[in-house]
């Protein structure tokens, strides 16, 4: 130990710098072999997003990407860009975050590689709960004594170590989530007991009678504040619902009534 098995490390610390070394390695190839000074750079963000963004992704499914080894392929990634050579100062001309973003906000598609991780390590929550009579299932929850409804979670010292990384990232989104679900109770009431329409919810006045129109042709007037939104991934999206399309006067009013929420709530 360790041995590789099927492209990866077995009994390695995946916390640690070297265990990443085959894949820091692989880019420092791939690198080499091309001749960055002769490809525009239009030429050179297809190569990085096309060649060296997917020379990880097969450890990024499995183990959870140290900071440290993060940080040097977006070096490499980074002085390719700019100027082409594998070692020399590199005269960014955009911040890098810029252009991990999509193209829809203004960057230029490369992607984060953590978010890209972290992803990928929570696509196996979504297998374990729809797998049931895969195999590989079976085996995780017969040697950590879990049921059959939810990703591992226990807190024997046995526990492999891809698992734990995957359970850390679950309970980050909890402690946010749940962060953000006090704050909102503080802001809003008891979102179990309080209605969304008819409780003041920290305004001088209920939304019911600050937006009495738009109460009357809701769908929701019964509901409580919990129901009345849910999390895409960590962020919590309002649901309203009307029982006929809005004329623009109408729009306008719902538009100011979602303004006055995402400032008084969040």
């Known amino acids: 130990m360790p041995f590789t098995y099927l492209g990866l490390p077995l009994g390695a610390n995946m916390r640690k710098y070297?265990?990443?070394r085959p894949i820091?390695?692989?880019?420092?190839?791939?690198?080499s072999s091309w001749k960055a000074t002769c490809l525009s750079r239009a030429g050179r963000l297809v190569l990085i997003k096309v060649v060296l963004n997917s020379l990880p992704i097969y450890y990024l499914s499995i183990f959870k990407l140290p900071k440290r080894v993060a940080s040097e392929i977006i070096r490499m990634q980074k002085r390719f860009l700019w100027n082409g050579k594998k070692e020399g100062r590199c005269c960014a001309l955009v911040k890098w975050e810029v252009i991990q973003k999509p193209k829809s906000q203004g960057g230029l598609g490369v992607g984060d590689l953590m978010l890209k991780n972290a992803a990928l390590l929570?696509?196996?929550?979504?297998?374990?709960?729809?797998?049931?009579g895969a195999l590989w299932r079976a085996v995780v929850s017969s040697i950590h004594n879990e049921d059959h409804f939810r990703i591992p979670s226990s807190t024997l010292s046995q526990v492999s170590r891809p698992w734990k990384e995957i359970k850390k990232l679950g309970k980050e989104e909890s402690r946010i989530k749940n962060a953000f679900l006090h704050n909102l109770s503080l802001k809003l009431g008891d979102g179990s007991t309080f209605r969304f329409w008819e409780d003041p919810s920290g305004l001088d006045d209920s939304l019911r009678s600050k937006f009495p129109r738009l109460y009357r042709i809701s769908s929701q007037k019964k509901e409580l504040i919990s129901s009345m939104g849910w999390f895409e991934g960590l962020t919590w999206r309002w649901t309203l619902s009307w029982k006929r399309p809005l004329p623009d006067e109408e729009q306008h009013e719902a538009t100011?009534?979602?303004a006055t929420i995402m400032?008084?709530?969040?």
């Open 18 to 20: 070297s265990s990443w």
């Open 24 to 31: 820091i390695d692989k880019v420092q190839q791939r690198l």
């Open 122 to 132: 929570f696509k196996w929550w979504w297998r374990y709960a729809c797998e049931e």
């Open 256 to 258: 100011m009534l979602e």
């Open 263 to 266: 400032q008084t709530h969040l």
